[in-house]
């Protein structure tokens, strides 16, 4: 039986409980492969951690073969084979954009420098803590000797929310609808691709034959779904978020069904005219053991516009945060 060592910051957060249980499940990697957790939050937040570290072993877990709860990063991160960065500061009322990237990038370049370290060397981080794009970013910068192709930012939380948003405009199951793309950051300004996507083989826009809404309205709820679900319930999407960090994983694990694709934000190799090194979020394929960009896709006027819009706010989060790179 395989064996995989994930370390997971935030562990005792609201996200962090919804996702230790999936993964100790073995809904993330599968049924033949045991996990060792280790698990990283704040000292504060350890009598917490540990109550969910009690749950952890009341459910009896048949492939949980151990976990770790520490608040050191030397801990968390010793010998992972993937790290899932899920904590990180939350965007306060009042607080400009620039001032949370550079919270969260202090926060991301310990992790990162922690990772190079301590973590193996084809160790794999997914960053789910916003902004996870340019938090990505400066973890891969700092964690020197590693693969930046083994670093990632989610964004299939923003494809499951556009997926069902066209199943249901179609009156269809979400299993219906296949290659719904997010290019760019995840953040407001990405873009839900419905000119690729396709619905029971059939273009989407040409099924749902109303373009005022895929350009409108729909590409506003998708890009406020995350706002409008705090409005309604008070706190954020945190069971929807552990599912799409489930989600991301398994596609990046598991090899991709021919003539598909998923979202998830690496490095960029200069694809589609995005600068090279940022983390932007792209079509991509795995084969199981490694990943690429899916090539040859074309934009229409409104497509080049939203790509634009998107890699020009990824380049000004980069900039905003260089001066912590040294």
Excluded at 5 to 22: N, S
Excluded at 48 to 60: I, P, S
Excluded at 107 to 118: K, P
Excluded at 288 to 302: K, P, R, Y
Aim: charged share 20%.
């Amino acid at each position: 039986m395989k064996r995989v060592r994930v370390a997971v910051t935030g562990a005792a957060g609201q996200i962090g409980y919804a996702l230790l249980f999936r993964i100790a499940s073995g809904q993330m990697f599968g049924e033949d492969t045991q996990v060792d957790l280790q698990l990283l939050e704040l000292e504060q937040a350890l009598p917490a951690l540990k109550g969910v570290v009690m749950e952890l072993e009341d459910c009896a877990f048949p492939l949980l073969s151990s976990v770790t709860p520490t608040s050191e990063m030397s801990v968390a991160f010793k010998d992972a084979d993937w790290a899932l960065l899920v904590g990180s500061i939350p965007r306060k009322k009042g607080m400009e954009r620039a001032d949370l990237l550079k919270k969260n990038g202090g926060i991301f370049v310990e992790q990162g420098t922690a990772i190079a370290a301590h973590a193996k060397k084809s160790c794999k981080t997914l960053v789910v803590g916003n902004p996870c794009n340019t938090n990505s970013y400066v973890a891969k910068a700092m964690a020197d000797g590693m693969d930046e192709r083994n670093f990632f930012a989610m964004t299939m939380l923003d494809q499951n929310r556009a997926v069902t948003q066209l199943a249901q405009k179609a009156s269809v199951p979400v299993s219906a609808v296949k290659n719904l793309a997010i290019w760019g950051n995840h953040s407001p300004s990405m873009y839900p691709d419905f000119y690729h996507a396709t619905i029971n083989g059939k273009p989407a826009h040409q099924v749902i034959d109303d373009e005022d809404w895929l350009q409108g309205e729909f590409l506003t709820t998708v890009q406020k779904r995350g706002a409008a679900i705090i409005e309604a319930r008070g706190a954020s999407s945190a069971a929807s978020a552990a599912n799409a960090v489930v989600d991301t994983v398994r596609n990046l694990t598991t090899p991709t069904p021919e003539g598909e694709f998923f979202s998830v934000a690496v490095s960029s190799d200069g694809s589609y005219g995005v600068p090279e090194g940022i983390m932007f979020s792209f079509p991509v394929r795995s084969t199981g053991d490694g990943w690429e960009i899916v090539q040859g896709l074309e934009h229409n006027g409104f497509g080049h516009s939203k790509l634009n819009a998107t890699r020009e706010e990824l380049l000004n989060e980069q900039a905003a945060v260089e001066e912590l790179l040294g």
